[in-house]
C-alpha cells in the first residue's frame, strides 16, 4: 500500500450528503474481485446519462476535477451497504483522501485498508472548503493532522493512531503481518521442535 503523508491536490467539491455506497459504485458492476477496473464506474449514476454517454453538466466530468486526488463529500458519506468495492472504485478514480462531517463506520474501515485517508471535520469547516476547492489546491498533512489552504485556512483533524501509523507508512494488514516475519518464523521453528507432532512428525 503506497503510504500517505502529504497531499495538495485538486479537491471535488461534492458536498452531497448521505451518498450510499450504490451511488458510488452501483451493485451490477460487484462481479469484479480486483481493485482495478472500477474507477470507471464510480459515481456511474451521477456521471453518465442514461444512454451511457457522459453527462457534461456533471461535477466529475469537468475537466478540472477529472482524476482529483481529494474529494469532499457531506454527512453520512459511504452509508447503505458494506461493500468494499465503493473504496476500491474511488482509489481506482484517484481519490487519495475524502473529507467529509461524517462517515459509515464501515465504509471509514474500508477506506483506510486501502489507503484512503478519511478526515472528519464539522460542518463549517466542510463548507469553506467546499468553496475553496473552486478555485485553488487543498493541502492534507496527516503527520501534523491538518487541512490547509493558500487562504490560510486551518482545520486540525483527529485520527486513530493505528490508522494514522498504517497509512504513514503503507502498511496494508499484510504490510503488518509482514514487520513480524522474524517472530511468526521463530515461533514456527519452537512448536516443530516442542510438538513435532503438528508438524506431521511422531513425538
Not at 477496473?37 to 454517454?53: H, N, P, S, V
Not at 461535477?59 to 482524476?67: A, M, P, S
Not at 491538518?146 to 486513530?160: G, K, M, N
Amino acid at each position: 500500500m503506497q503510504a500517505f503523508q502529504l497531499l495538495t491536490g485538486t479537491a471535488i467539491p461534492f458536498g452531497q450528503r448521505n451518498v450510499d455506497t450504490d451511488v458510488i459504485i452501483p451493485a451490477r458492476h460487484l462481479k469484479s474481485i480486483t481493485r482495478s477496473g472500477l474507477g470507471k464506474w464510480a459515481f456511474e449514476t451521477i456521471r453518465l446519462r442514461e444512454d451511457g454517454t457522459e453527462n457534461p453538466d456533471a461535477l466529475f466530468n469537468q475537466e478540472r476535477y477529472r482524476g482529483a486526488p481529494i474529494l469532499i463529500a457531506g454527512d453520512n458519506f459511504g452509508c447503505g451497504s458494506s461493500r468494499e468495492h465503493a473504496a476500491w472504485a474511488l482509489g481506482d478514480m484517484g481519490v487519495k483522501a475524502i473529507i467529509a462531517p461524517s462517515y459509515s463506520d464501515i465504509f471509514s474501515g474500508n477506506a483506510f485498508k486501502n489507503g484512503i485517508l478519511a478526515v472528519v471535520l464539522p460542518q463549517e469547516a466542510v463548507d469553506r472548503l467546499l468553496d475553496v476547492a473552486k478555485e485553488t489546491e487543498i493541502t492534507i498533512d496527516l503527520e501534523n493532522q491538518v487541512v490547509t489552504t493558500p487562504f490560510q485556512d486551518r482545520f486540525p483533524f483527529e485520527i486513530d493512531p493505528f490508522r494514522k501509523h498504517c497509512l504513514l507508512n503503507g502498511l496494508d494488514e499484510i504490510g503488518i503481518t509482514l514487520q513480524m516475519a522474524d517472530k511468526i518464523t521463530a515461533y514456527e521453528a519452537t512448536q516443530k521442535t516442542g510438538k513435532p507432532w503438528l508438524a506431521g512428525k511422531a513425538a
